[in-house]
């Protein structure tokens, strides 16, 4: 009955395969990150990335951090008018509700990018990696765009 084995074991294996993959893509929230470009910026300066971020799954989608190398620190932003002078801070975390899309753009959520360890010219592009709550980092290259 040797044959018969193999056959449980190898269905085992398949199913395994199986499940290991419907957890990797299937059900697991994965956003849509476009339209991403960043300012110029010199050696020393500051520069802001932008971005739309949708969330097509079931689940809400948690940005905690975003990380590159270009600069020597980089945080999650968010500008607000205040007595007609424009002011940003830190923000800990932007959620993106399931079936919603979140912009960072100027005069709002950007990622900061402090302290820029090499000079950002429109025309070149750098990586970025955005950090999730329990989904994977999702690395992008970002255009360098005077707008
Ligand atoms: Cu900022």
Redesign the pocket.
Known sequence: MQWMRNAIVVAIVSGLVLALAACGNGGAAEPDVVDAWARPGDPGD?S?AYMNISNDSDDDITLIAASSDVARMV?I???QMEDGTMR???VPEIVIESGETVSLEPGGF?V?M?NLEEALEPGDSFSLTLHFDEIDDIELDVPVEEQ
């Open positions: 500051n802001a945080e932003h968010e500008s940003m801070e830190e950007h900061m402090m």
